[in-house]
Nanobody, 124 residues
Framework: QVQLVESGGGLVQAGGSLRLSCAASGHTFSNYAMGWFRQAPGKEREFLAAITGSGSTTYYAGTLKGRFTISRDNAKSTVYFQMNSLKPEDTAVYYC?????????????????WGQGTQVTVSS
């Protein structure tokens, strides 16, 4: 069984930054690609970004426009999500997830394990 625990969410003013962390345990972390998703109230869960197990390749949803950066530290079994220039529309619960198949990184139903989510609220 794999456990993923997100942290780093909170309340921030528009234009500010947050760095989310997702700590993994219970598996060989580098065997999994990792993704970040978010879900706003009344909306579907949305893919944001993914990173390969080695960290050598990343992929971002086109809507992010360079504001967010995914990274990982396999020695710490942690994946990060740096969010800059935050906007009120970025308000959502943010989730990390682990997937074995890079081909399925944009498919939330393809992920094997999920964290519990962390709330990000951006005030105007």
């Amino acid at each position: 069984q794999v456990q993923l625990v997100e942290s780093g969410g909170g309340l921030v003013q528009a234009g500010g930054s947050l760095r989310l962390s997702c700590a993994a345990s219970g598996h060989t972390f580098s065997n999994y690609a990792m993704g970040w998703f978010r879900q706003a109230p009344g909306k579907e869960r949305e893919f944001l970004a993914a990173i390969t197990g080695s960290g050598s390749t990343t992929y971002y949803a086109g809507t992010l426009k360079g504001r967010f950066t995914i990274s990982r530290d396999n020695a710490k079994s942690t994946v990060y999500f740096q969010m800059n220039s935050l906007k009120p529309e970025d308000t959502a619960v943010y989730y990390c997830a682990a997937v074995r198949s890079w081909a399925r990184i944009r498919d939330l139903y393809g992920y094997d394990f999920w964290g519990q989510g962390t709330q990000v609220t951006v005030s105007s």
